[in-house]
């Protein structure tokens, strides 16, 4: 009973074998496969071994027999290769609003997609920063739940937390239970939000999803986000977030700046490669985009210092006034 239950799975640790140890630089002979599938209670002799790599092979796996010492076999093609899986873990560690719990489940499973052997080298080489991380550990199951209402067209609600400065002055939280209508997801300046509409308003909001907490979907249909917005048959996150600036809200205006030559990298990263740049022979440039016009953009363009000028509209250059004005009170003439 025992031998044809291990004829059975022998295939199954065979591959497992072959993922899990070997690579390029760590094959393994038939004699070592059999060692190993000896170790997990399965019998092999020599020539089955054989017959049971070409068999993976016909199947689609890509195992090399390498002559060159160490001499083996090894499994060559994987899901996703080494440096795939390394750019995933550093976007999985560098990504605040993941928790720390959930970045090391995350990189561990990441890990299993290569070998024993590469998985520590990927160890040794992975960076891990000093980045506040967020605490919320209902923020995978609130992601989930809030694609699932966006699919299925239907309302959410959810209490959401803010900090705020109590009579004593300490910083406390303030819950506010929210309906909206979620349109889609947005990760943004190293958030993840959710875009949608409050059911009191006739416009856009965007909230933090990692303060989000009982996230729930209700059996209530969605406000089309054609009546709150100008987008139509389909809501295109991609204008939207370019539009967005800093993830605050605003109304959306075609705002025209003045800038100096020596920032068009920095602008050019910030506004999109595509913006229609007009050189001057003063050295300077212009150009005209469509933005939100919010207290985002206007510290965007004050972190800029006197190398940007707001030609229009009038609204955004009263926003920018202001704000100088309000700095120059604080730190005097």
């Known amino acids: 009973m025992a031998g044809s239950y291990d004829t059975k799975t ?34 092999a002799e020599r020539k089955s071994i054989y017959r049971d790599l070409e068999v993976l092979r016909d199947f689609g796996f890509d195992i090399i027999l390498t002559r060159s010492k160490p001499v083996g076999y090894f499994l060559a093609e ?3 290769q080494l440096a795939e899986i390394r750019l995933l873990m550093d976007a999985v560690l560098s990504a605040g609003f993941i928790t720390r719990k ?38 995978y199951y609130s992601i989930d739940l809030i694609n699932q209402a966006v699919a299925a067209k239907k309302q959410i609600t959810f209490d959401y937390a803010r900090r705020v400065l109590n009579d004593q002055g300490k910083v406390e939280l303030s819950t506010r239970r929210f309906t909206v209508s979620p349109y889609a997801l947005l990760w943004s300046e190293d958030c993840y939000y959710v875009i949608g509409n409050n ?20 059996d ?44 068009l990298e920095p602008i050019l990263d910030r506004f999109g490669d595509d913006i229609p740049v007009r050189g001057r022979p003063d050295g300077k440039f212009s150009f005209r985009t469509e933005m939100a016009v919010s207290d985002g953009l206007v510290q965007d363009l ?32």
């Open 220 to 263: 209530q249909p969605c406000r089309s986000f054609e009546e709150v917005s100008p987008y139509r048959n389909h809501f295109d996150v991609a204008d939207y977030a370019g539009k967005l600036g800093n993830a605050f809200g605003g109304d959306t205006m075609v705002i025209e700046l003045l800038c100096d030559g020596s920032l």
């Open 302 to 333: 004050l972190s800029l210092g006197t190398g940007v000028e707001v030609l229009s509209p009038k609204k955004l250059r009263q926003k920018m006034t202001d704000a100088v004005q309000k700095l120059s009170q604080i730190y005097g003439q």
């Open 102 to 139: 959930k970045s090391t489940q995350l990189v561990g499973k990441l890990q299993e997609l290569c070998s024993k052997h590469q998985a520590t080298e990927l160890n040794r080489q992975v960076y891990i920063d000093k980045r506040k991380k967020h605490k919320n550990e209902e923020i």
């Open 10 to 43: 022998k295939l199954l640790h065979l591959l497992d074998i072959l993922n899990t140890q070997t690579d390029e630089d760590h094959p393994l002979d038939a004699a070592a496969l059999i060692a190993e599938l000896e170790k997990r209670g399965v019998s």
């Open 199 to 218: 059911q009191k308003y006739d416009n856009l909001m965007h909230l933090r999803v990692d303060r989000m907490q009982r996230v729930k979907m209700t």
């Open 78 to 80: 994987r899901k996703l």
